[in-house]
């Protein structure tokens, strides 16, 4: 069974311009979740979808940053324009049914790095 | 916003050891949930215990958990070189079901 897929692995961009983030989920998981990472910290949730719907939003800057997941499968964060304090990394993850049954299966994340 | 605070927040051990982490927590929980991440990686689940559940194996580790002093324990038994990584806990926050990861630590085996 294939694991959640990020790409890119890495991007470098100069602050203002655009970026996007794709991420392809583990199959049949309905639930996919988006987080931010920061080096030496916990990943902090930015969005949440239950199927095509965002069911948590509140952490998500939503001047500059914007999800979707059409379709309840791929989804895509993009932030525009980006600034210097968006270096971190941004990490997808996947599960059955939503965090209370359990299991969260993450991606390798995407390393951001503004200049 | 991150609700859990793990310690201590660096561990360095030798192999063959117990290693033994801690986790609080400020609000009611539904459940709380320990990830393990190697560096660079994305975070692998290890374990879940339930807010009505006190103590849960799975292996070599140990979970512990007592909700009236919001906080849990992660017991690595006989650590290995391999077991060297960040350890997190996440909660699932009662009411309203927000998920929360911890500051984390780091653990290092000495082979």
């Known amino acids: 069974e294939a694991g959640v897929v990020q790409s890119p692995r890495y991007k470098i961009i100069e602050k203002k311009q655009p970026v996007a983030f794709w991420c392809n989920p583990i199959?049949?998981?309905?639930?996919l979740y988006w987080y931010l990472q920061n080096l030496g910290q916990g990943p902090e949730l930015l969005i949440r979808?239950?199927?095509?719907?965002?069911?948590?939003d509140s952490q998500l800057p939503k001047d500059r940053f914007s999800a979707e997941r059409l379709k309840g499968v791929d989804s895509t964060l993009k932030i525009q324009p980006a600034e210097l304090g968006d270096s971190a990394v941004y990490l997808c993850?996947?599960?059955?049914?939503?965090?209370?049954?359990?299991?969260?299966?993450f991606g390798p994340g995407t390393r951001l790095l503004v200049l | 916003s991150q609700q859990g605070e793990e310690d201590p927040q660096a561990l360095s051990i030798q192999e063959g050891e117990n290693a033994t982490m801690n986790c609080s927590y400020k609000t009611s929980i539904n459940n709380l949930q320990w990830y393990r991440q190697n560096s660079g990686r994305g975070l692998v689940h290890l374990i879940l215990?339930?807010?009505?559940?006190r103590e849960k194996h799975s292996g070599r580790l140990r979970v512990t958990l007592d909700t009236s002093k919001k906080s849990s324990s992660l017991l690595i038994t006989a650590s290995r070189a391999a077991d060297t990584a960040s350890y997190f806990c996440a909660t699932d926050a009662a009411p309203g079901n927000q998920f929360y990861f911890g500051t984390g630590t780091s653990l290092t085996v000495i082979p």
């Open positions: 215990i339930r807010s009505n559940e």
């Open positions: 979808y239950e199927n095509e719907e965002a069911v948590d």
């Open positions: 993850a996947s599960s059955i049914g939503g965090h209370r049954g359990g299991t969260q299966y």
């Open positions: 199959s049949g998981h309905n639930t």
